[in-house]
């Protein structure tokens, strides 16, 4: 239809910016500032894995997220990143994330593989922001 047309044009000038977004920050955040790494990935809540967080609680799942990882390195796969528009500033990105955690705990195991993540994103005067997170395992 053309409201869908319209949509995804209007998403189109976004998709490079959307990209640089995930790449820049989603998967390379700032794990030694993580106030400001969420504050510049999610707006004042978000849900992730269907759990409703506000952003300070966020900084502590995060925070407590990354503590546990010697090194880690997540990618986005080349020719993974699908948009769909869900209305005026707001959209859907799909994606392939290829991750690798070593464990600060010498007796744990190495986390590697792909995973499918979906986020919301609604654009925000600051640029897009993530209203929603969920990924499973590929």
């Excluded at 504050?39 to 952003?55: H, K, M, Q």
């Excluded at 995060?62 to 959209?91: C, I, M, N, R, Y």
């Excluded at 955690?101 to 010498?106: A, G, M, R, W």
Aim: aromatic letters at 10%; zero cysteines; proline letters at 4%.
């Amino acid at each position: 239809s053309t409201r869908v047309a319209a949509l995804e044009r209007s998403v189109g000038d976004d998709k490079s910016a959307i990209e640089k977004f995930l790449r820049d920050d989603y998967l390379s955040p700032d794990v030694k500032d993580m106030r400001a790494a969420v504050r510049r990935l999610y707006g004042a809540s978000a849900t992730i894995f269907s759990t409703p967080y506000d952003a300070e609680t966020l900084v502590k799942v995060k925070s407590d997220w990354f503590a546990q990882w010697a090194s880690w390195s997540l990618g986005l796969d080349p020719g993974s990143l699908k948009f769909t528009p869900h209305g005026e500033g707001s959209v859907q990105a799909v994606f392939a994330m290829s991750y690798d955690y070593t464990p600060k705990d010498k007796s744990a195991a190495r986390v590697a593989g792909k995973a499918r993540v979906t986020l919301e994103l609604i654009k925000t005067d600051k640029g897009w922001r993530i209203v929603s997170e969920t990924s499973q395992p590929m």
